[in-house]
């Protein structure tokens, strides 16, 4: 009797240390499995001082009458006299493109600020549009330009436009940088796990923003600083990589 007590504790016994190494077995592989799927996502970013090569300025010649004859010829007289201005700033007449005249009939107005059918005058306006690569010197000539309000001419200056031609092909070199960035950071990650980076699960490019010099202005949807001669170009990828 007590021999075969003692057998079937001894059974017992292999029984649960069967289950317990087949337990940690299965753990294991369950463990690798998981790890064989398991994909770390990080964002990287390059960013890149650039200049504007490009300049577009535009300027108004605008007069007003109380005869549509009066108001062109003033107009006609005055737009020629802006032309040969800018050409002796040094502006080649090849980079200067004037409109066509734009026109508004005047109307009267009743004591309430209501607009009446009676016409009053008429107002005209004429704009010259500059496009050149000599960025600096278009920036100072649209400075100076408002002195020809001492000719009695009505120029209105408008802000000059920075522009960067070459940005496809930088934006190819920063998207590059970004995607580096992100694979540094992925493996500084993964070393603290003592993990190692695999391969890209996925990746995605976010927008790019384009801000005057050290500015902090992000936007969803991208920026594209036209106000400031030098901006500050930002780079974002977000990539998966497998963890081995």
Do not use: C
């Given at each position: 009797?007590?021999?075969?007590?003692?057998?079937?504790?001894?059974?017992?016994?292999?029984?649960?240390?069967?289950?317990?190494?087949?337990t940690?077995?299965?753990?294991?592989?369950?463990?690798?499995?998981?790890r064989?799927?398991?994909?770390?996502?990080?964002?990287?970013?390059?960013?890149?001082?650039?200049?504007?090569?490009?300049?577009?300025?535009?300027?108004?010649?605008?007069?007003?009458?109380?005869?549509?004859?009066?108001?062109?010829?003033?107009?006609?007289?005055?737009?020629?006299?802006?032309?040969?201005?800018?050409?002796?700033?040094?502006?080649?007449?090849?980079?200067?493109?004037?409109?066509?005249?734009s026109?508004?009939?005047?109307?009267?107005?009743?004591?309430?600020?209501?607009?009446?059918?009676?016409?009053?005058?008429?107002s005209?306006?004429?704009?010259?549009?500059?496009?050149?690569?000599?960025?600096?010197?278009?920036?100072?000539?649209?400075?100076?330009?408002?002195?020809?309000?001492?000719?009695?001419?009505?120029?209105e200056?408008?802000?000059?436009?920075?522009?960067?031609?070459?940005?496809?092909?930088?934006?190819?070199?920063?998207?590059?940088?970004?995607?580096?960035?992100?694979?540094?950071?992925?493996?500084?990650?993964?070393?603290?796990?003592?993990?190692?980076?695999?391969?890209?699960?996925?990746?995605?490019m976010?927008?790019?923003?384009?801000?005057?010099?050290?500015?902090?202005?992000?936007?969803?949807?991208?920026?594209?600083?036209?106000?400031?001669?030098?901006?500050?170009?930002?780079?974002?990828?977000?990539?998966?990589?497998?963890?081995?």
């Amino acid at each position: 009797m007590n021999g075969q007590r003692s057998e079937t504790i001894t059974a017992a016994v292999i029984l649960a240390a069967a289950l317990v190494v087949a337990t940690a077995i299965g753990g294991w592989f369950f463990v690798k499995g998981k790890r064989g799927d398991e994909t770390i996502t990080v964002t990287g970013s390059a960013k890149e001082r650039i200049t504007s090569d490009l300049v577009i300025w535009r300027a108004g010649v605008s007069y007003q009458s109380a005869t549509l004859a009066e108001a062109y010829r003033s107009l006609s007289e005055s737009v020629p006299k802006v032309k040969s201005y800018l050409i002796n700033k040094g502006i080649p007449e090849k980079e200067i493109t004037i409109s066509a005249i734009s026109s508004q009939t005047l109307h009267g107005r009743t004591s309430d600020g209501a607009e009446t059918s009676e016409i009053t005058g008429y107002s005209l306006k004429q704009e010259l549009e500059v496009r050149s690569n000599d960025v600096q010197k278009i920036a100072k000539i649209a400075r100076e330009a408002t002195e020809l309000i001492n000719q009695g001419i009505l120029i209105e200056s408008q802000p000059p436009e920075y522009h960067y031609t070459k940005l496809g092909d930088l934006k190819i070199k920063m998207l590059a940088a970004a995607a580096k960035d992100a694979q540094e950071r992925a493996q500084r990650i993964a070393e603290s796990t003592n993990s190692k980076v695999g391969s890209v699960r996925n990746a995605r490019m976010g927008v790019l923003q384009i801000t005057p010099a050290d500015s902090n202005e992000v936007s969803d949807s991208g920026m594209n600083d036209t106000s400031a001669l030098e901006k500050d170009i930002t780079a974002v990828v977000n990539i998966g990589f497998a963890v081995d």
